[in-house]
């Protein structure tokens, strides 16, 4: 049974940092597509960034380029986002999710077929 529960959300000032962590089960991150989506109050899902399987490219929605970093420990099958400089639109549930098929342009991803409760970032003025 594939299982994704996330970590490391929390209540930063803007310009700060978090870093997310997200503890998979029941599969391993050579056998599919992963990557961290968020959601906020409103509004569409949005994929943040998302390593594919075929070749391990790492790719990252347009709004967090520079600032975001996605990283995964496949010994521990822990997948990563580094969160720095910290906007209050950067405000979401985020969560790590996962998927058998590869992906195209992570910005542009449904919801995968897996994916974990979410954690809440919220960044203050």
């Known amino acids: 049974e594939v299982q994704l529960v996330e970590s490391g959300g929390g209540l930063v000032q803007t310009g700060g940092s978090l870093r997310l962590s997200c503890a998979a089960s029941?599969?391993?991150?050579?056998?599919?597509?992963v990557g961290w989506f968020r959601q906020a109050p409103g509004k569409e899902r949005e994929g943040v960034s998302c390593?594919?399987?075929?070749?391990?490219?790492?790719d990252y929605g347009d709004s967090v380029k520079g600032r975001f970093t996605i990283s995964s420990d496949n010994a521990k099958n822990t997948l990563y986002l580094e969160m720095n400089n910290l906007k209050p639109e950067d405000t979401a549930v985020y969560f790590c999710?996962?998927?058998?098929?590869?992906?195209?342009?992570?910005?542009?991803?449904?919801?995968?077929?897996?994916r974990g409760q979410g954690t809440q970032v919220t960044v203050s003025p």
């Open positions: 029941g599969f391993t991150f050579d056998d599919y597509a």
């Open positions: 390593i594919r399987k075929s070749n391990g490219r790492k």
């Open positions: 999710g996962a998927d058998r098929r590869d992906w195209g342009v992570c910005a542009d991803l449904p919801w995968p077929d897996y």
